[in-house]
């Protein structure tokens, strides 16, 4: 059977403040970088071995993906970086404290936002233009997502580059975000519209999934 982990990054800036992040950039607490260590120990002691490593062009992403590579041993595998593995985009709540727009927009309104998996945040005027995204077409860089949005974009880097390898009988390991990784575990699990609202995924807590022939879930562990 092939393994599929699935692993958030460790607690950023941005989560102990209780703000909206998205696409910008927040560096990870010394407890993000102690629970990046600790992920990539409990893969060791589970005696994991990966031949690729994929994750988002978010700085937290990517320095929990090698902190997790370092812990276990694999530091050398390649690292694939791909902005279809960001972070859902909040649009224009980015930056905003979560307490502070309940207040303004209402709990309820807030709720849709965060958790539902049509309901799409206030847009930005106009798209991120960094360096970082200069070789996509402005027209594939959002202003905004909802959770469904988020889970299209995602959809074509699970099917051309993670399921193929996994189809090999090829262990993968993705370090993402909290919203892409619910949106991805939505897919594999069949998990209603409805309910998604109620899945929450723990900063630096690896998703073990054992996968058959057909990369349906046999067993799942949460370490």
Not at 26 to 48: C, H, R, S, W, Y
Not at 139 to 162: C, F, G, N
């Amino acid at each position: 059977m092939v393994k599929l982990v699935l692993i958030r990054h460790g607690q950023s800036i941005a989560n102990k403040e209780n703000v909206y992040t998205g696409w910008n950039d927040a560096p990870l607490t010394e407890l993000g970088v102690k629970q990046a260590i600790f992920a990539g120990q409990a893969l060791a002691q589970k005696e994991l071995e990966f031949t690729d490593i994929h994750t988002s062009v978010l700085g937290r992403a990517i320095k929990t993906a090698n902190l997790v590579a370092e812990a276990c041993h694999q530091l050398y595998l390649p690292l694939h970086k791909t902005w279809r593995l960001n972070e859902r985009h909040y649009g224009a709540l980015r930056g905003l404290n979560k307490d502070d727009t309940r207040k303004i927009y209402g709990k309820h309104q807030v709720a849709l936002w965060r958790r539902s998996f049509y309901a799409v945040p206030p847009a930005l005027t106009k798209p991120d233009l960094e360096r970082r995204y200069a070789n996509l077409d402005s027209r594939s860089i959002p202003t905004a997502e909802s959770l469904d949005q988020a889970l299209d974009r995602i959809m074509p880097y699970w099917q051309d580059e993670v399921a193929p390898k996994l189809l090999e009988g090829k262990n993968q390991l993705v370090v993402a975000h909290g919203s892409t990784l619910r949106a991805l575990i939505k897919y594999l699990e069949s998990i209603s519209d409805e309910g998604i609202d109620g899945l929450e995924v723990e900063n630096c807590q690896p998703i073990i999934y054992e996968l058959d022939g057909q990369l349906k879930i046999v067993k799942k562990e949460i370490i």
